[in-house]
């Protein structure tokens, strides 16, 4: 059910249309919720990797064309920075409007620099109003405080008024420059959905509750709360009401060992397409997801449901990694049963695998060919002209011999 909610499963309906590209990607992500955006970009940007995970070799300018053409996607926050369906702006729109209401010491800093700043942000304001869409060096100050410097966004003072007014709903990123964005106002990005009446408290949690329910299939409350944005607090009410509403039912759900802990909760749609699907012969996929993938992005839901344990090394010190620098996991049918540390040489047009290692107690027939595959189609789409192993196989030595060639 977890599976087939994240358009990974036995009934994939995204994945098996015949659609036009834009099309399949925005159905993708409204399906999804968002794609989460980061500026590690080791074998393609996580979006991209989410996206072909599911798509596969799809055109690459279809989400550029969905978010600066169509614009049925826009970039805001969920639990980070994302990409995210224009349908659910007004969900997006209640949080941007609840933006600024601070409780925390750090929030209550934030709030006093902004005061301080006040000056700063009509001047940007005014100088988009006047000039059009602009990058975020356009408003680059030869002098900024220590403090902003110091600040998440790392940019200086422009920056983290930038950020502020984006989080706030008044600015929208109307484009990229490479990897810095291009600001617009928020009033001419999107003129028919910025005016529209703010939705309710209750109808905006209930709201983020169900989509959060229907891209996961089946969460804990706490796992759902994880998925919820800045400002939506705990989501236990919402989910109450959607059983009482029967768009989600409290279950019970099972391991190996027993029932699993937390309060459980499905989609009633979700189920509904499990029930469907239970009669289908489907003999799995196996694909590769970010270490970003929606999938697996909360860690404790991952080893919860698929007894894989899945941290980031990125900033693990080369001799303590376990697994690698940047490492993909394994999507084997409804298993997870490795994981791969690969980056993009694009200098030498190569697909590397700096290491591979197989879960144990995994099954191994037709894994490593069907991994082998995989690699080869990323390679593909990354325009890479060949997969190149370095380092060791960990594993079976089927896996060695199938996935060397």
């Keep these: 059910m977890a599976l087939d909610s994240q358009a990974l499963g036995v009934r994939s309906a995204v994945a098996a249309n015949a659609v036009a590209p834009a099309v399949g990607v925005v159905e993708l992500v409204q399906r999804l919720g968002y794609l989460q955006r980061d500026p590690l970009a080791v074998v393609c940007p996580s979006h991209q990797l989410v996206l072909w995970s599911r798509l596969g070799n799809h055109p ?52 006093d620099w902004v005061a301080a700043n006040r000056r700063l942000a009509l001047e940007i304001l005014k100088r988009l109003r006047r000039d059009g869409p602009l990058p975020g060096s356009a408003f680059a100050r030869v002098r900024d405080s220590r403090e902003a410097r110091a600040a998440w966004s790392g940019g200086g003072d422009h920056q983290r008024m930038l950020e502020h007014l984006w989080l706030q709903g008044r600015l929208m990123v109307a484009g990229r420059d490479g990897r810095g964005r291009i600001w617009d106002l928020a009033e001419r990005w999107l003129p028919e959905l910025v005016g529209e009446p703010a939705v309710t408290a209750r109808s905006a949690l209930a709201a983020l509750a169900q989509r959060t329910l229907d891209a996961l299939g089946v969460a804990t409350t706490h796992q759902v709360g994880y998925h919820f944005s800045r400002g939506a607090g705990g989501p236990e009410a919402s989910l109450e009401l959607l059983v009482r509403r029967r768009l989600a039912h409290e279950v019970i759900v099972s391991g190996a060992d027993g029932p699993l802990p937390g309060r459980w909760f499905a989609s009633t749609s979700a189920l509904a397409r499990w029930e469907d699907s239970r009669e289908l012969e489907w003999p799995g996929r196996t694909t590769l997801l970010s270490p970003f993938d929606n999938l697996i992005i909360d860690r404790g839901r991952t080893e919860l449901l698929f007894g894989f344990r899945y941290r980031m090394e990125v900033y693990v010190p080369r001799p303590r990694r376990r697994y690698g620098y940047y490492v993909l996991p394994i999507l084997h049918g ?72």
């Design 60 to 111: 690459a300018e279809a989400l550029e064309r969905a978010l600066w053409q169509d614009r049925t996607l826009f970039e805001y926050w969920s639990h980070a920075a994302a990409i995210v369906p224009t349908q659910d702006f007004s969900l997006h729109r209640w949080r941007m409007r609840r933006y600024g209401r601070w409780r925390s010491p750090g929030d209550r800093r934030q709030a």
């Design 334 to 405: 409804d298993s997870l049963v490795g994981r791969l540390d690969c980056r993009h040489d694009r200098r030498q047009g190569h697909l590397v695998v700096a290491a591979v290692h197989a879960e144990p107690g995994k099954p191994e027939q037709g894994v490593a060919v069907a991994t082998r595959r995989a690699l080869e189609d990323l390679a593909t789409f990354l325009g890479a002209e060949k997969v190149v192993f370095e380092g060791e196989v960990a594993g079976p030595s089927s896996w060695r011999r199938a996935l060397r060639g």
